[in-house]
Every structure is written in structure tokens, then in C-alpha cells.
């Protein structure tokens, strides 16, 4: 009996998938579980019942013999006269003519199914492009293996599936299960879905099912990461819907898998020294404007009040500085208490809205916000003031705090009398981190016997905090200490820089004596010199496409070199002979004879982070979550924003 043209055609596609792997001096057979398991230590097997299961996670056989029957797609391979032939064939018309109901035996290991009866079943079904079918689960779970990734990621995946039930979507890295979690904990579909008791199930449908099949027709499998890697990311930044809708999803899928490209590293550049070269013909809008003798608007997102937030007061200084010497040419504009979240979305609309054709958001966890507008605003060019990521459509920019908080750290050290020093430390993130190892190691270069002590408040910007802080360092015996960069709004206080404490009466309290030094953010040079770029066509935005034809990945790091970041100090109160190291020290910097971290450098557990005669990258700096061996005191556990945590855009 001839089989039918669909058997002849999974026949071919089965070939050619098998030629392909061979070509490549691989197996063209299925894998088989049997095989694999052979050197694994199961700890546990589970009944999961009857379940729904995604055919693209049905990987192979269970026996070595039946996967000899398939290509790795799981197309056929035996010949059209053979008995398998006329059975794969049958099962085939059943499918075509009623429907297949019975469910296939499947063990499931590491979020794979194995097949033990109903090869020929998902065969024809995967030939069918049918999405999900049942099957009886056993599921085999490995030991725990804290040195093997894949299980690591497994056992992230069983929380995750315990809370869900979702089995459809993967991660490159274990925390993402977690962070997906958090982010649908509370989903609930729309009222007007059809009645069902698990809601998962229609998330996993509606929401992440629409998603994967619009991302792959705009190819993202193209892209070296996992459908949930992006999935994870793109709700990041534009929320958790209720249901997508396929053509209401396209036009933003399209140009946020131009930001998943980053995942190529190409066109990626970071500019370490403010050299803006003109790329070749003027940013014409806004030029346009400059030659009928307008002003463009630039916009300022600060995160804080000015009043109360050093950091937000040095941006808003830099953006007086800014229209002082730009006055002709620029206007500017800034909204204050922005949030630290992606609703800072609101604030930047409003930027935009008032015709910014700039606009600058000054906070880290401002990015997923910011990252939103610029993809629908593709003509204005989007900055935000983070060291950590790098996009195609927002260009970000942050300087290299690390080189004045190492000066603090050699006047620190050359200073103390009991040779401990402190450090009070505001949140946890990398460039807090590096900023303490900076200082400490600036403390050991010039003072062997130094120890130094590290404490945190938890917070930017709290007064009785840094206070409980400051005794706390105090009262271990560190008589200099180094704290916040700058001063706040008007308001002059001693606890800020490196300063000398003192006890105060009886009651274990001390405060600052003597201002001795304190790095300082001139954040005014950076936005003159890069609206001076952008006037010239040297800083474009994404909408305006360079002449490669493709959008770039631009990230600035500017140093004490630029201007950007410097290191003052008292020289009433600090020795002449000190003020001579500070400067040598300074000036080998910003030539960059200087590298700050060197190797060797072990962290606190002894491990040796940098080898000797190795630099630190910018890669390595910016994602900086470990104490060199001689600090004393711990990182506490992570404050990262979940919502700007983005995988797409880490650091370069």
C-alpha cells in the first residue's frame, strides 16, 4: 500500500534535517533519555498525570532503538515501503480525519520530554505544526548540583512551575524564573476571556504564547537567547498585559527585537574620553532649527527633590551650567521626584510633550522608562545617566567615580592616627561597590597597617541614618571617614567627602571635625560638550541612522580626563607633602598611567578576582559585587529594581 505524499514529504524534511547534523560530524538521530541519564544521580521521579505538553520541548526517545527511526526535528526516516512507514502514515490520516485523542507517555528531564509510547504521534503532529498536546508525565529530577548550570536552571524552573504550572518558557539564567514570577504573581485575565480556573493557562496562551509566535515571524530566533529572555525583557519594559493582540504587538515587537540585537555585539562603542567627531553631516532637524535662529529644548528627568537630593542638585546644576553658556542656542526644561521606576515613563511623556527634541533622564532606574519612549520617539535623542547598560535607541553615559574615591582613599590613609578608616556606604549597587574598593585600595597603597571599615545606610539620601552610620564606624576606631560626593541643596554640612570625627559629650555619639577632601560630579561639562555633539552631528539619535546604515550602541564613560568627575581638597588641612602625592597620583589618572584596579586583587573569601598584571574591564568595574580581601564588613543582598534589570542591554 503507497504511503500518502505527507509521509514522503516528512521523509525529506527528515533526510535533510539528518544531512545537516552529519555534515557537521553530529549524530542526525534523535537523542535518547536512556543514554543520557546513564551518568546522572536521580533523586526523585514524579507522577505529573495527564498534561498539556509544548511539542517544541519534546526532544527525543526514551530507548536508544526508536530514536533511530527519526532526525533530530523528529521527521521519519524510514523507508516508504516499510511497516513503520504505513503506521506513521496511519496515524497521520487519524489525525487529519477526527483528531488525535490519546495521550502520549513522556518522561520529562530538565524541562524535556522524552518519548516512551506515542512516537509516531508527535511525529505527525510536529510535522502538523500542532502547538501542545497531552501526555503522561513522569518527571525525573537530578540531584542538585551547585557546579552544573543546567540543573541550577532546572531547579530555579520547578519553583517557578509549582507557582505556574507553565513548563513552555526558558531561561538562560536561574533568577529570571523568579523575576517572571514576580511579575505575574497577580495577573488575571480580561473579564470578557473565556471561564477558566487557571489563570497561568491563559497567560501562557494569550499573553506569552502571542508573543513567542509574532517574535519568531519577525525572526527572533535569529537571536542567540531564549524566547523567554526576551519575553522577560520586553515586559519589563512595557508591562504585563492582560491578552496581546498579534498586530497591536508587531510594531513594538519590531523595534524592541532592534534592542535584542545587542546580543550580536555589533556596533557597539564606548567612548572612555570625550572625543565627538562629527560622523559626517549635520543631525538635520535640529540644525534646521539652529539655522532659523531657534533654540532647541532640552529636557531633564531628575529623580529627587533638589532640595533634599545632593545627586539630583549636581544635575541640576550642570543644567544651569548648561544654559549659561549655551543660552543662545539651547533652552531647558527639568521635572523633579521623577520615579525611580518605569513610571518614570509619565515625566518623560511630559518632557516630550513640551518639545524637548533632548532629553536627559539622570537616574539609573530610569532606564526601562526611558528605553519605552525612545522606541516611540525615534527622533529624539534619549540619554540616561547609567554605567550599566547600553541600547541602540537611548545613549547612556555615567562617569568613572571610581578614580576620585580612589584619592580619598590616599588621603584617608595617609592621614588616620589609628589607622582605621571608614566607609559609609548608601545602596547596593556596583558603583557603591567599586567606590569602596577604590577608596580602600588608595588607603592600603599608602599605608600598609590600614584598615578599613565599611558600613551602610540603606539609602541615597537620609541624615539620622548616616549619622547611626558614622558612630557605628566611629566606634570601631576609624577616626576618618568617607561619605556622600556632594552637598545638597543650600545646605552645608561637614558629613559629606573624607572628614575627621570627634566624640560629642558622653554618649558614644562623634561628629565630623575637619573637611579634608570630597570628589565632586560636574555634570555641567558633560551635557555642554555632548549638546555641543548633537548640534554638530556627532551625537545623533536612532532615528537618524548612521552611515553604515544601522543604529549604534553608544555608551559614554568619561573620567577625571574629561572634567566631568574631580577630586578637591583642604589644603589648610591636609600636609604639603600629601597635596604632592594627590597630584602625582592625579595626573598619572588622567594620562592613564594609572589604573586604579590592578591585579592582584583577591575578594573576601580569598579568591583572586584579578590576576597580576591584569586591568580591570569596564565590564568588569560596572558589574562590581565583591570586597577586596582587606575591607571589613559584607555587601548586604541585592536592592536592584527588579523592573531595570533588563538582560537586553548589559554592560559592554
Known amino acids: 500500500m503507497a504511503v500518502s505524499d505527507a509521509y514522503m514529504r516528512a521523509k525529506r524534511m527528515g533526510l535533510k534535517e539528518y544531512s545537516n547534523y552529519v555534515s557537521q560530524g553530529r549524530n542526525g538521530y534523535l537523542p535518547y533519555l536512556d543514554g543520557i541519564l546513564k551518568n546522572i544521580d536521580i533523586a526523585s521521579e514524579v507522577d505529573l498525570g495527564i498534561i498539556d505538553i509544548p511539542l517544541k520541548k519534546v526532544k527525543g526517545t526514551y ?370 561597590v567599586s567606590g569602596i574598593n577604590a577608596f580602600a585600595i588608595g588607603a592600603k597603597m599608602v599605608n600598609p597597617r590600614v584598615e578599613v571599615f565599611v558600613e551602610w545606610t540603606g539609602e541615597w539620601d537620609n541624615d539620622e541614618k548616616s549619622r547611626d552610620v558614622v558612630n557605628l564606624l566611629a566606634g570601631k576606631g576609624a577616626d576618618i571617614i568617607c561619605h556622600h560626593n556632594t552637598l545638597a541643596y543650600r545646605k552645608f554640612s561637614k558629613m559629606y567627602g573624607v572628614f575627621t570625627v570627634i566624640p560629642e559629650g558622653s554618649n558614644n555619639a562623634f561628629v565630623p571635625d575637619k573637611y579634608l577632601a570630597v570628589p565632586v560630579w560636574n555634570w555641567g561639562i558633560f551635557y555642554e560638550k555632548i549638546t555641543r555633539s548633537i548640534l554638530s552631528g556627532a551625537t545623533r539619535p536612532y532615528g537618524d541612522i548612521q552611515s553604515s546604515g544601522k543604529g549604534i550602541f553608544r555608551s559614554y564613560w568619561w573620567g577625571m580626563d574629561s572634567d566631568i568627575i574631580d577630586f578637591f581638597y583642604s589644603k589648610r588641612s591636609i600636609p604639603s607633602h600629601t597635596q604632592k602625592l594627590v597630584e602625582v597620583m592625579k595626573d598619572a589618572i588622567k594620562s592613564g598611567k594609572l589604573h586604579i584596579f590592578s591585579g592582584p586583587l583577591y575578594d573576601q573569601k580569598g579568591r583572586l578576582r584579578l590576576p597580576a598584571g591584569k586591568d580591570a574591564s569596564r565590564r568588569e568595574i560596572l558589574s562590581m559585587d565583591w570586597l577586596v580581601d582587606f575591607v ?18 548589559k554592560t559592554t
Open 63 to 432: 530507548t536508544y532503538m526508536r530514536s533511530l527511526s527519526f532526525a533530530r526535528n523528529y521527521m521519519p526516516l524510514m523507508a516508504e515501503d516499510s511497516e513503520f512507514a504505513q503506521k506513521w502514515d496511519a496515524v497521520y490520516r487519524a489525525q487529519i480525519d477526527e483528531g488525535l485523542r490519546d495521550p502520549v507517555k513522556v518522561y520529562e528531564y530538565l524541562n524535556w520530554f522524552y518519548v516512551v509510547e506515542g512516537n509516531k504521534r508527535i511525529s505527525v503532529l510536529k510535522f502538523l505544526d500542532v502547538v501542545k498536546y497531552s501526555a503522561n508525565v513522569i518527571r525525573m529530577i537530578p540531584k542538585y548540583d551547585e557546579n552544573n548550570k543546567d540543573i541550577r536552571l532546572y531547579y530555579a524552573f520547578l519553583k517557578f512551575y509549582k507557582n505556574t504550572g507553565i513548563n513552555e518558557i526558558w531561561f538562560s539564567e536561574e533568577k529570571s524564573f523568579g523575576e517572571l514570577w514576580k511579575l505575574i504573581k497577580n495577573y488575571e485575565p480580561p473579564a470578557s476571556a473565556y471561564k477558566t480556573d487557571d489563570r497561568f493557562k491563559y497567560f501562557a496562551s494569550a499573553v506569552y504564547g502571542i508573543f513567542r509566535k509574532v517574535y519568531l515571524e519577525l525572526g527572533g530566533q535569529r537571536l542567540p537567547i531564549t524566547t523567554g529572555d526576551a519575553f522577560l525583557d520586553f515586559i519589563k519594559v512595557n508591562g504585563v498585559p492582560e491578552q496581546y493582540d498579534d498586530e497591536d504587538l508587531k510594531p513594538l515587537l519590531r523595534r524592541f527585537i532592534v534592542e535584542l540585537e545587542y546580543y550580536k555585539r555589533s556596533e557597539i562603542e564606548v567612548q572612555t574620553e570625550p572625543d565627538l567627531k562629527v560622523e559626517g553631516g549635520l543631525f538635520s532637524r535640529i540644525s534646521t532649527i539652529i539655522r532659523h535662529g531657534d533654540r532647541i529644548k532640552v529636557g531633564f528627568a531628575l529623580a529627587k527633590d533638589i532640595k533634599t537630593s545632593s545627586w539630583s542638585y549636581a544635575h541640576e546644576l550642570g543644567r544651569m551650567h548648561l544654559e549659561k553658556v549655551m543660552g543662545d542656542n539651547v533652552s531647558t526644561v527639568s521635572i523633579d521626584n521623577v520615579p525611580e521606576s518605569i513610571e518614570a515613563y509619565a515625566g518623560l511623556k511630559e518632557l516630550v510633550k513640551q518639545g524637548c527634541q533632548v532629553v536627559f533622564s539622570t537616574s539609573p532606574l530610569m532606564i526601562n522608562a526611558t528605553l519605552k519612549i525612545a522606541m516611540e520617539y525615534p527622533n529624539i535623542v534619549f540619554l540616561n545617566c547609567s554605567g550599566t547598560y547600553s541600547f541602540k535607541h537611548v545613549h547612556t553615559y555615567f562617569g568613572r567615580i571610581h578614580e576620585p574615591r580612589f584619592l580619598s582613599g590616599i588621603v584617608a590613609g595617609s592621614l588616620t592616627k589609628t589607622n582605621k578608616v571608614g566607609y559609609a556606604a548608601t545602596r547596593h549597587v556596583a558603583e557603591v
Open 632 to 649: 571589613h564588613g559584607s555587601i548586604p543582598e541585592s536592592e536592584n529594581n527588579l523592573f531595570t534589570d533588563l538582560s537586553t542591554g
